[in-house]
């Protein structure tokens, strides 16, 4: 069974620095998608970025990028230049064959003004 | 505009109150799944559907029940609900081809 692990229950970044959120994976797969979502204190689910396995290179939408090691089963979020806006619950999910989102446990991130 | 809408927000109901959390979308997505959100748990799949009539359990269903009866709407019903049913519930769809997932506002439920 696939299962996705977040180590990190909760961060702080200082505004306008740089933060990584660690997520692992584990799965037979061998095509499978990788996201980040993320959840504000309005509750919404609000998709951050998306890596297909298949696609060597990384993610990136604006100051959002991945860090993707199919071989180790790693998918990093990294947040360059952090707003307060950045400021949720950001969730890791895993998605494969049998059609169904694996979610991780989640990390809180705190930016700090 | 493109939605995923549940119904109602929150809700605090007694112990064994038959409840309905509807679900309804206008994108005409195949797909449609429900999910727990628990501290510590992240999000659970507790049912899915791959389209009209066709339903399957995920992680976590007992307790609840499903219907597809139309395309655009996935009701979750609580039979008997317990205080361990008391979590934040999403509501979320996709159409097939595509993998992106979109979620309801949740619906917070209260259960003494």
């Known amino acids: 069974a696939q299962t996705v692990t977040q180590s990190q229950p909760e961060m702080s970044v200082q505004e306008a620095e740089t933060v990584t959120l660690s997520c692992t994976y584990d799965t037979s797969e061998s095509n499978y998608y990788l996201f980040w979502y993320k959840q504000p204190p309005s509750r919404q689910m609000i998709l951050v970025i998306r890596q297909e396995a298949y696609k060597q290179q990384n993610a990136t939408e604006n100051r959002f990028s991945v860090n993707f090691q199919k071989a180790a089963k790693s998918f990093s979020l990294k947040i360059s230049d952090s707003q307060l806006g950045d400021t949720a619950m950001y969730f890791c999910?895993?998605?494969?064959?049998?059609?169904?989102?694996?979610f991780g446990t989640g990390t809180r991130l705190k930016v700090l003004a | 505009e493109a939605q995923v809408t549940q119904n109602p927000r929150y809700l605090i109901t007694v112990t064994g109150k038959k409840l309905t959390v509807t679900c309804s979308q206008n994108?005409?997505?195949?797909?449609m799944s429900w999910y727990r959100q628990d501290p510590g748990l992240g999000l659970r799949q507790i049912y899915y559907s791959m389209n009209v009539e066709v339903t399957d359990k995920g992680d976590v269903p007992e307790g609840y029940k499903v219907s597809r009866k139309e395309k655009r709407n996935f009701p979750l019903i609580l039979e008997s609900p317990s205080p361990n049913q008391t979590s934040l519930y999403f509501c979320?769809?996709?159409?097939?081809?595509?993998?992106?997932?979109?979620f309801g506002q949740g619906t917070r439920l209260t259960v003494v």
């Open positions: 999910a895993f998605l494969g064959g049998t059609y169904k989102y694996i």
């Open positions: 994108m005409n997505h195949e797909y």
């Open positions: 979320a769809s996709r159409p097939t081809g595509n993998t992106e997932a979109f």
